[in-house]
């Protein structure tokens, strides 16, 4: 039994696997693979194409999804160990990871940060924790790592470009009024240097810089891989030559846990938005985004509708990789 948590626990080869079924998939999207196989999916936070294209994906399968919204439909869980639970949860990650599995083949989780502590945050506890207690796969749906994201975006990439070995590749922060989750930045870093893309970060500043252990990560991976990396806080510079732009906002962890200082921090960096006279500095780059994405002001409208867009496309790999994926581990 293999939990798909993180990339970082998988190889390249194996990540390829899982895309060269997608393509499969895609041209023969109708086949009885998870036949008789159920999938329990629980949302402690909103979804549209995530569980969208999670559900259709598995029933395309001919496999079964349970939705589950903790707080909501099903009881608030309980995640500290050694506890007195007099609080609002009504039953403890143990009994409910455990009876799961007793009914399903598979859980899949999507639970953000709560955004006050990043040391406790980054922790992960609730997915790993449902991993710990699980007696089958679990699947990230988004904590603070984003890896089915990291799927869709590499094989869109592959699609348009063949291998993706030395292409220049530029993960940009851009502007958003409220702090948001840092997983699609860090997915990406790990996925774009473990496929030998030369990876450059562009933020504001130091503050806004992502957790040390993905920076790391990617340094090993460019490094192992023969290619670059690295970080750069000047906006011409960074787009100058590159082949693929790929945009997303997060919070500073220097500012973690307070909103109201971060989203003044963030209106002064508004001119960090993804318009055409950027997009004109780079080698024809392609341009993507993970959505959902408020049109001027993360990126302009000439962005999003151009041809070099490929934001929409990589969101519809999402249901095919999915597939690939729950067909791997099932």
Not at 9 to 30: G, M, R, V
Not at 198 to 208: F, G
Not at 221 to 248: L, M, P, Q, W
Request: charged letters at 25%.
């Amino acid at each position: 039994m293999k939990h798909f948590l993180s990339t970082n626990d998988w190889t390249e080869s194996e990540i390829q696997e899982i895309l060269n079924f997608a393509k499969k998939l895609k041209k023969d999207p109708y086949q009885p693979l998870l036949k008789n196989k159920s999938v329990a999916m629980l949302f402690f936070n909103p979804s549209s194409r995530t569980r969208t294209s999670f559900e259709v994906g598995i029933s395309e399968l001919s496999g079964k999804a349970i939705v589950l919204q903790p707080g909501k439909d099903a009881w608030p869980i309980e995640f500290e160990e050694n506890i007195v639970m007099d609080g609002a949860a009504e039953e403890h990650v143990k009994e409910v990871a455990k009876v799961l599995a007793e009914y399903c083949d598979c859980i899949a989780i999507r639970a953000f940060p709560l955004f006050k502590n990043w040391q406790k945050d980054r922790l992960d506890n609730v997915i790993k924790s449902f991993a710990k207690y699980s007696s089958v796969p679990v699947v990230n749906m988004e904590t603070i790592e984003h890896p089915c994201q990291e799927l869709a975006h590499i094989l869109t990439l592959q699609e348009h470009y063949g291998d993706l070995k030395g292409r220049d590749y530029l993960l940009t922060w851009t502007y958003h009024p409220r702090p948001l989750n840092t997983a699609v930045a860090n997915s990406s870093l790990m996925i774009a240097s473990k496929f030998g893309m030369n990876v450059t970060l562009l933020c504001p500043s130091e503050d806004y810089l992502l957790d040390d252990r993905y920076l790391k990560r990617a340094k090993e991976e460019c490094e192992k891989a023969g290619s670059n990396f690295a970080v750069s806080h000047d906006i011409e510079r960074a787009y100058s030559g590159k082949e693929i732009v790929y945009a997303k906002s997060w919070g500073s962890l220097v500012n973690y846990g307070n909103p109201e200082i971060q989203s003044a921090e963030n209106e002064q960096h508004k001119h960090f938005i993804v318009d055409g006279q950027k997009m004109n500095l780079t080698n024809n780059a392609v341009f993507s985004h993970c959505l959902p994405l408020r049109r001027n002001i993360k990126a302009t409208d000439e962005v999003m509708d151009a041809k070099y867009c490929l934001a929409v496309k990589e969101a519809a790999n999402r249901k095919h990789v999915q597939k690939s994926l729950l067909t791997n581990i099932l």
